[in-house]
Every structure is written in structure tokens, then in C-alpha cells.
């Protein structure tokens, strides 16, 4: 392992970014480059917090795995026009391609059938907003300053609210429960 992050730490070096690695069987993070980015810094979570609205539309029942979206590159939603990242857009798309196309227009579509308070109540349930179990020393939280605010789950559903801010070190403790099939664990730096 030493040689494998020996080669992390100088590609990093390079770059302006972090790397956290878990070792899931053991539940504990093997690499940790860069730190002060990885713990204490946050930022607009972006495309991977489609990954709670999925959970979120799926465990409200609002929507099921062959759910289709057509993408046109753009769409309307509570009298505001929303954009694909796609100009074109993506077609007929489906839970699968959406996920791995990061299609906006299918998450804001989800989006319009949820209510914030169901996305919350996930991004809150992967420890957004609060310290992770890694029990890491001066980890930042992150922010989600709830609003009520209807319109603004569709800025939420694409990661992009203001009100919503997350380190890196959450978006990795996030993909190791997903990971381990959902199965919260209590990793150890």
C-alpha cells in the first residue's frame, strides 16, 4: 500500500485537489491527501448529490428504476426554464443512463415530484450537515440551511443550492454506504 500512495501523494502534488481512500472491508481510510481540503473545506456538492435526489424519488415511492425522463435540453418547471448540461439533450433516458449521463432535465424532473423536506431528510441521513462516523478531529459539517422555499429543490436536486455546502470526506463516507449496499459503518481514521 505504501508504494500506492507514495504514486497518490506525487500525482497530487501536482493538482489542486484531495484524495480520501476507504478500505471498506476494514472500514477505515487508508489515503488521506491533502486534508485541510478533505475534512475542513466545503463546497456546492455539484453532480454526485444526484445521487441522494435518486434515493430520495426512490424511497418515496415517487418514482421506480424503469422511470423515463425526455430530455429536450431544456424544461419547465413552476414557471422557471431549467437546462441540460446536453444543450441537445439526452433523448428518452432512463434511471441507469441518467445516472451515469448526469442528465439535469431527468433530476429536476424527479425534483418536481418530491418535496425538499424528502431530500433533506437523505442528505441528512448520509450525515450531511453534521460530522461523519469517521470521527475525524476539527471535521467541518457542512451546511444545509433549510428553506421551504418549494422552487428551490430543483437548484437542491442538482447539488447547486446555495444552502447546501459538503466536504469532500462526507462525499466519500456517502459512496462507501452505497458501497457497502447501504449499510452505514462506523469507520476510524
Same mark, same amino acid.
Given at each position: ?6 504514486? *497518490? ?8 485537489? *484531495? ?9 477505515? $481510510? ?9 475534512? %475542513?473545506? @466545503?463546497?456546492?456538492?455539484? @453532480? ?5 435526489? %435518486? ?8 418514482? @421506480? !428504476? ?17 437546462? *441540460? ?7 428518452? $433516458? ?8 448526469? *442528465? #439535469?432535465?431527468?433530476?429536476? %424532473? ?29 471535521? #467541518?459539517?457542512? $451546511?444545509?440551511?433549510?428553506?421551504? $422555499?418549494?422552487?428551490?429543490?430543483? #437548484?437542491?436536486?442538482?447539488? !447547486? ?8 470526506? !462526507?462525499?466519500?463516507?456517502? &459512496? ?8 452505514? &459503518?462506523?469507520?476510524?481514521?
Amino acid at each position: 500500500m505504501d508504494k500506492f500512495s507514495d504514486e *497518490c501523494e506525487k500525482i497530487f502534488s501536482r493538482l489542486d485537489g *484531495c484524495l480520501g481512500v476507504v478500505d471498506l472491508s476494514r472500514e477505515k $481510510i487508508i489515503i488521506s491527501i491533502n486534508q485541510d481540503l478533505l475534512f %475542513t473545506k @466545503s463546497f456546492k456538492p455539484g @453532480s454526485i448529490f444526484k445521487i441522494i435526489t %435518486t434515493i430520495a424519488a426512490l424511497t418515496s415511492g415517487k418514482i @421506480s !428504476q424503469d422511470f423515463e425522463v425526455n430530455c429536450s435540453g431544456k424544461a419547465f418547471f413552476d414557471d422557471s426554464e431549467y437546462r *441540460c448540461w446536453l444543450p441537445g439533450g439526452h433523448k428518452k $433516458i432512463n434511471f441507469t443512463k441518467a445516472i451515469s449521463q448526469s *442528465c #439535469n432535465i431527468y433530476f429536476y %424532473t424527479l425534483a418536481d415530484r418530491l418535496m425538499i423536506e424528502d431530500i433533506y431528510k437523505v442528505a441528512e441521513s448520509f450525515y450531511l450537515g453534521k460530522r461523519t462516523p469517521f470521527k475525524i478531529m476539527n471535521e #467541518n459539517p457542512g $451546511i444545509i440551511k433549510k428553506t421551504y $422555499i418549494e422552487n428551490e429543490r430543483y #437548484n437542491l436536486a442538482v447539488g !447547486q443550492s446555495d444552502d447546501l455546502l459538503v466536504t469532500p470526506v !462526507q462525499m466519500l463516507y456517502m &459512496i462507501s454506504v452505497i458501497a457497502k449496499r447501504g449499510h452505514e &459503518i462506523d469507520m476510524k481514521n
